[in-house]
């Protein structure tokens, strides 16, 4: 059965204390994995799309990798702007009409 | 620019009312659609989504229906709603089969009581 789990559920940073989120997935075959940030009460905000092993993308203090497995958002030096759930998806290679499989979520909290 | 309109922002709802969600993309033409739902703590589950006018395939049999009547237009309606149907929904949109992501609208959050 395709799955995707997102750990920790939760995570709780100071202010300039990097981390990094996982996405592991299991699934028959990846088309492409997306990494969305979502504030409370909001819709989801696409940041990355990476495609095959060994691919990064950055974007200010996030960065994503992916291996064949799992995928890594890490944080570096986050502030309390990057407080907010942080959600994987995945779109399977046999899909043709964009439907994704989504990670519960890991819910980060940077405090001054 | 591509942008996409949900309404209502906030909902409440009798057990055994109606429903009407409505989602509109601007700027694009023969978007794909989608309408998800999240629950509290828990990842986004695929509800329905449509690749054309008309074309509308659901993932979950459930008291939900949706409907495409234009083709920038997404409408997710229930005859009776039930308890189980509290959540956030979320509309979204992407071009090619959803090979670049998707774009979110800002979400309904439906309380039935």
């Known amino acids: 059965e395709d799955q995707v789990t997102q750990s920790p559920e939760a995570l709780r940073l100071q202010e300039g204390e990097s981390s990094s989120l996982n996405c592991s997935y299991t699934?028959?075959?990846?088309?492409?994995l997306f990494w969305y940030r979502q504030d409370p009460g909001k819709g989801p905000e696409f940041l990355f799309t990476?495609?095959?092993a060994g691919e990064e993308k950055e974007k200010e203090r996030l960065k994503a990798t992916l291996t064949k497995k799992e995928s890594f958002l890490h944080i570096t030096a986050p502030k309390p702007e990057d407080s907010a759930t942080y959600l994987c998806?995945?779109?399977?290679?046999?899909?043709?009409?964009?439907?994704?499989?989504f990670g519960a979520g890991t819910q980060v909290v940077v405090t001054p | 620019s591509q942008t996409i309109h949900q309404w209502p922002a906030t909902l409440v709802q009798p057990v055994g009312s109606p429903l009407s969600l409505e989602c509109t993309v601007e700027?694009?033409?023969?978007?794909?659609l989608y309408w998800y739902r999240q629950a509290a703590g828990r990842g986004l589950q695929l509800l329905f989504y449509?690749?054309?006018?008309?074309?509308i395939s659901s993932e979950v049999p459930q008291n939900l229906s949706a409907s495409r009547p234009q083709d920038r237009q997404f409408i997710l309606s229930s005859k009776k709603l039930l308890l189980s149907d509290s959540g956030f929904y979320l509309c979204?949109?992407?071009?090619?089969?959803?090979?670049?992501?998707?774009?979110f609208g800002s979400g309904t959050r439906l309380t039935v009581v």
């Open positions: 979204a949109w992407s071009p090619l089969e959803g090979h670049y992501g998707y774009t």
């Open positions: 699934v028959s075959g990846l088309r492409g």
């Open positions: 998806a995945v779109q399977l290679l046999t899909d043709s009409w964009g439907k994704f499989q």
């Open positions: 449509s690749v054309g006018i008309g074309q």
């Open positions: 990476l495609y095959s």
């Open positions: 700027g694009t033409s023969n978007p794909n």
